[in-house]
């Protein structure tokens, strides 16, 4: 089945503690990219990438890193979570940049 | 890449058609318009999409403006399981200065009534 998945789908951690979530598709998309979505503020753009090794900033960036080393995944990573970090967050990908996104289905992440 | 401007809620009667508006009045020529929604917290779903034509498909319609600045998505026949945030964005289809980003804003929030 075609489908982009997130893990873990529900994250508690403390503050500073480094952490991965990680995300696959399995449709041989070149575009991919993270969103969060907090209450009243919509879905803001992280991080993207066009392509193997092509990553670039979104709205939101500060705080986060990702990598695209291969081109099914695309893990975003907070190197030192903060408590504003505390969102849902969401991966998605296209074929290319006028395809329709796909979404997964959303880690929750806590930081305390 | 333009932005988008959406009424934050909007009700439907179940059975009727269900029009939803969205201003992009500083949409470039090869900007595509999208039409996502989004039920509790669950990835946001594709719905359809256009850049100058209008469009129609299983879930929905899509009119577009002749100057392309607004569009609508009408949902003929609106059921409960319509009720949801209805996301309206614009993407670029080429490689130019910020062709990947794309943000949703707050959306609509339809709410389909018996």
């Known amino acids: 089945e075609a489908q982009v998945t997130q893990n873990p789908r529900y994250l508690i951690t403390v503050t500073g503690k480094k952490l991965t979530v990680t995300c696959s598709q399995n449709?041989?998309?070149?575009?991919m990219s993270w969103y969060r979505q907090d209450p009243g503020l919509g879905l803001r753009q992280i991080y993207y990438?066009?392509?193997?090794?092509?990553?670039d900033k979104g709205d939101v960036p500060e705080g986060y890193k990702v990598s695209r080393k291969e081109k099914r995944n695309f893990p975003l990573i907070l190197e030192s979570p903060s408590p504003n970090q505390t969102s849902l967050y969401f991966c998605?990908?296209?074929?290319?940049?006028?395809?329709?996104?796909?979404f997964g289905n959303g880690t929750r992440l806590t930081v305390t | 890449d333009a932005k988008t401007t959406q009424p934050p809620s909007m009700d439907c009667a179940e059975g009727r058609a269900a029009n939803l508006p969205c201003n992009h009045s500083?949409?470039?020529?090869?900007?595509?318009v999208y039409w996502y929604r989004q039920i509790h917290s669950q990835g946001p779903q594709y719905i359809i999409h256009?850049?100058?034509n209008n469009e129609t498909n299983e879930m929905a319609s899509l009119i577009i403006t002749e100057d392309r600045k607004s569009s609508t998505l009408i949902l003929p026949h609106a059921t409960l399981r319509d009720t949801a945030v209805y996301y309206c964005?614009?993407?670029?289809?080429?490689?130019?200065?910020?062709?990947?980003?794309?943000?949703f804003g707050d959306g609509t929030t339809l709410t389909v009534k018996p």
């Open positions: 998605a990908s296209s074929l290319f940049l006028n395809s329709p996104l796909h």
């Open positions: 449709m041989n998309h070149e575009y």
């Open positions: 990438s066009m392509n193997v090794e092509v990553t």
């Open positions: 500083t949409i470039s020529g090869n900007e595509y």
């Open positions: 256009g850049l100058k």
């Open positions: 964005i614009v993407r670029v289809p080429i490689l130019n200065t910020n062709a990947g980003k794309s943000t």
